[in-house]
Structure formats: structure tokens, C-alpha cells
């Protein structure tokens, strides 16, 4: 094992590095939030699919492959296919705003009403991504290194919010250029064939599971609607990947980079399954499905691959951990901070805006590291984040997208209806349930037309600058304060 240790410590300590890096280039709000909105195609597209395939779609991915076969698949592909959607009929309108979070484009859409509640939402949504990836990190090392939960959790979390904290998103970028890299090789040119080359071929896979392991339909009707639900809805509107979708150097590197990310994920979402599948066939009597990814990769793979592969499931929790901080940082400070502070003592005198959001992901980070720490059902926690997102900011998100007469009163009703329903719902049928969020999301939908066509259309000034921000028409950024409503 001595190999496998000197290839994750070499990775590591390049993560480090990178992020020292990163902070010789972070000198504005600019460059430390959104890389100074200058990604071009290649690194856009490689940081877009690092963000998106974390440890969920590496390691759960392959679980799902070991439970339900090909149709495991399903998952990771729908993260794929909302992250297309994005990519080909929203990408270029978001990164023409110019704006840091979700909330700021809902003040800028509906006449800076809507931007509190719905950075609460998203907080803790962001928030939990970044503490379910933490505590993947127990997994990783508690393979590489049999080590104590708490321990293996504070080592991988401080790697990250050391490099986070230092060069913001220009050291995320880079660093998930490296782990884009690592996941590809690993997973998709080492893993995948020499997985199916120990399970004696896909003809010997077939010959000992069942056929439901190769219906591509398998996991069944109701599951696949429901990823699509949360997945790929949730790619649509979740602040860390429009925070990536921000980066963009061009309305075409936004769609067209994203496209290719996307098409990734598929392959990705597909090879994982394939593996699971394999694993089954090797060892068909493992404790949990997620036991599948680390258990071919300890028992199968030569020294020093092993640790290559290994690098590469670390490479994905941490892009998403990573991600999902930078976002939870961002919306802390520009969403909610920044309105309380300017609610009790507004002040228009200067600060170093990015030593500021440098604390609030240093902050976060150790909220996340602790919350990891402590909590116990991750699957429970993060369903809750992702039901409340989608219930609650979905509708008033592409609302503001696609309905001129959407108004900032039907947004925060919509808010407000879709989160109270959404949380009442999994307290009368059960956190993993799949009905809250389908009849959360049409509460949401009804309070958000109803109140809508109750008042009065928004402002035509507001709609006119909504208009020259999505025609790309130059013009200042906005500020991280809530933008006032037009008298």
C-alpha cells in the first residue's frame, strides 16, 4: 500500500498548493466568487462536470449499479440531463446577469423583494451538500487509512476549506481541472474495464443476475420520476452550479462548455452502473450497496491504480464539497449578512469584500466540518435540503424566467407555500417519501400563478432593466445589498 499512500499524498498535497496558488490571483469580488468571469470551454466544461459528479455519483452511483444494475444508471443520468437543460435553454441568460447568487437575479427580476427568504432556502440547502460530501470523506480514508470516522472527517474537510479559503473560485477551478482529470482516468479508463474484466465480460454478467439487472427501467417508474424531480430540476436552480454557470467566459463557452459536461455526466452515470453490476457478481453478499465502490477497488485493482482510483473518488468529493462551500459562503454573506447588516446599521463605508467572504468560507467550513461530525442520516438531511429547494425556489426561479407577469408577490408566496408544505408533508408521510416534494412543488405552482394575477404587475422599470441584463447589455454588477424597489 505504500504506492496507493504516496499517490493520495502527492494529490493531496497539490490540492494545497493549488489553492495558494489561486489566492495570487484572487484580488476582487470578482476573481474570488466567479474566477473573474473568464473561464473558457476547455476549463469551463471541466469544472462544470467535476461540481456536479461528487461522491454521491461516484460512490452512490456505483451503489445503485450493485442494488438495482443498469438501471442504477438513473440517478447520476438525470443530474446529466438537468445539467443540459441548463446548459442549452437557460445558461447563456444566467451568465448574461452578471449577478453572484440566485437571490440577487430574484431582486433583479422581481424588484428586490424576494432575495432574504430565498437565500435562507438556499443556505441551507448548499449547506447540507457540503456536509453530506464531508462526511464521505469517513469512507475514503477509513480504506486507505482504517481510520477513525471523526478524524478522517476533519483531515479531508480541512484540505478543502484550506484550499477554498485561500484562492476562492479561482483555486476550486483549478483544482477541479486536477480532479476532472483524476475521476476520468480512474474511474472511466481504469476502473470500468478491469471491473468487467473480473466479472469474467458483460456475457458471464448476464449468465449469473437476473434479467431485472439489465432492464433498463429496473429501478422502476416512480423512482426515475422522482430523480428527475429533484436531480434534474435541482441542476436548474441550485447556487452552486449557477455559481459555476457564472465563471463563463461568453454566452457560448456557457452553453456549449455545459453541453459537453453534460454529455460526460451520461457516460459517467452509465459507467458507474456497469461497475456496480460487476461488483455484484464478485461479491454478492456485501453488507450495503455503498460498500460496492470501495470494496472492488480494495480486493481487484493492482497497487498503485488502487491508489489512482482511490485519488479519483476523493477527486469527486471534494469537487462537490468545494462547490458546494464556495456557494454556501456566497449566499451567507451576499444574501443574508450583508441584508442584516444594512437592515440594523446601514454604512456606506469601504471593506475588503474578498478578506469578507474569505471568513464566511472559513466559517462555513467549520459549520460544515462540525454538522458532519455530529449528524447521523446524511440521506435524511440532504432529501430534506433538495425537497425544500425544489418545492420552494423552482417555480418563482423559472417563473421569473419564463412569465413576464410573475410578480415579487407570487415569488415569495410561492416561497413560502412550497417550503411549509414541503416540510409538512415529510412530517405526515416521511422524509423519504416521494410525495412532499411532488405536492409541495404544486403548491408551490398555485400560490405563485393565484397571487401573481392578484397584484400588480411588476414595475415596468424594473422589467425594462430585467430586459438589457438578459440582452447582455453592458452595465455595473450588482451589489451585494438587496437592489431597492423603484419608487
Not at 60 to 65: A, F, I, K, R
Amino acid at each position: 500500500m505504500a504506492v496507493d499512500y504516496t499517490v493520495i499524498v502527492v494529490y493531496l498535497a497539490g490540492m494545497l498548493a493549488m489553492g495558494w496558488w489561486g489566492m495570487r490571483r484572487a484580488r476582487s469580488k470578482s476573481e474570488f466568487l466567479v474566477a473573474g468571469r473568464r473561464l473558457g470551454p476547455a476549463m469551463y466544461s471541466g469544472t462544470m462536470a467535476a461540481i456536479v459528479l461528487g461522491g454521491a455519483s461516484t460512490i452512490g452511483g456505483v451503489g445503485l449499479g450493485y442494488r438495482y444494475g443498469l438501471s442504477g444508471a438513473w440517478m447520476v443520468f438525470t443530474i446529466g440531463l438537468g445539467l443540459l437543460a441548463l446548459s442549452v435553454f437557460f445558461s447563456a441568460r444566467i451568465a448574461r446577469l452578471k449577478v453572484y447568487t440566485v437571490s440577487e437575479m430574484l431582486d433583479l427580476r422581481y424588484g428586490g423583494r424576494a432575495g432574504m427568504i430565498s437565500g435562507i432556502v438556499m443556505w441551507a440547502y448548499t449547506l447540507m451538500l457540503a456536509v453530506t460530501s464531508t462526511i464521505a470523506y469517513a469512507t475514503i480514508f477509513d480504506v486507505l487509512f482504517d481510520m477513525n470516522r471523526t478524524l478522517a472527517i476533519v483531515i479531508g474537510g480541512t484540505i478543502v476549506v484550506a484550499y477554498s479559503t485561500l484562492g476562492g473560485m479561482w483555486s476550486i477551478t483549478l483544482t477541479d481541472m486536477v480532479q476532472f482529470v483524476v475521476k476520468t482516468i480512474g474511474v472511466l479508463l481504469l476502473l470500468l474495464p478491469i471491473a468487467v474484466v473480473k466479472a469474467g465480460g458483460f456475457g458471464a454478467m448476464r449468465a449469473k443476475l437476473p434479467t431485472s439487472y439489465f432492464d433498463p427501467l429496473g429501478i422502476g417508474g416512480e423512482t426515475i420520476f422522482t430523480y428527475v424531480l429533484i436531480y434534474t430540476f435541482g441542476m436548474l436552480i441550485g447556487q452552486d452550479i449557477w455559481q459555476r454557470v457564472f465563471t463563463a467566459r461568453s454566452d457560448t463557452t456557457a452553453r456549449w462548455g455545459g453541453t459537453v459536461a453534460g454529455t460526460y455526466c451520461l457516460a459517467y452515470a452509465l459507467a458507474g452502473a456497469v461497475i456496480g453490476t460487476a461488483a455484484k457478481v464478485l461479491y454478492p453478499k456485501l453488507g450495503s450497496p455503498d460498500d460496492a465502490f470501495a470494496t472492488i477497488v480494495k480486493d481487484e485493482l493492482p497497487v498503485g491504480v488502487r491508489g489512482l482510483v482511490l485519488a479519483a473518488a476523493l477527486a469527486a468529493v471534494m469537487s462537490t464539497s468545494s462547490g458546494a462551500l464556495i456557494a454556501c459562503a456566497t449566499v451567507a454573506n451576499n444574501d443574508i449578512w450583508s441584508r442584516l447588516k444594512g437592515a440594523v446599521r446601514p454604512s456606506a463605508e469601504e471593506h475588503d469584500e474578498v478578506r469578507g467572504n474569505r471568513a464566511f468560507i472559513l466559517i462555513m467550513g467549520v459549520a460544515a466540518i462540525g454538522t458532519a461530525i455530529a449528524l447521523n442520516n446524511v440521506v435524511e438531511a440532504l432529501t430534506v435540503a433538495y425537497n425544500l429547494l425544489v418545492a420552494g425556489l423552482l417555480v418563482p426561479i423559472l417563473g421569473g424566467l419564463l412569465w413576464r407577469r410573475g410578480t415579487a408577490q407570487g415569488a415569495l408566496a410561492s416561497v413560502i407555500v412550497g417550503g411549509l408544505a414541503v416540510v409538512g408533508l415529510m412530517a405526515g408521510y416521511g422524509i423519504l417519501a416521494n410525495e412532499p416534494v411532488y405536492y409541495g412543488l404544486l403548491a408551490s405552482l398555485a400560490a405563485y400563478v393565484a397571487v401573481s394575477l392578484a397584484t400588480r404587475p411588476t414595475d415596468a422599470a424594473v422589467l425594462a432593466v430585467w430586459r438589457e441584463r438578459l440582452a447582455g447589455r453592458p452595465g455595473p454588477e450588482l451589489p451585494s445589498e438587496p437592489v431597492p424597489a423603484p419608487q
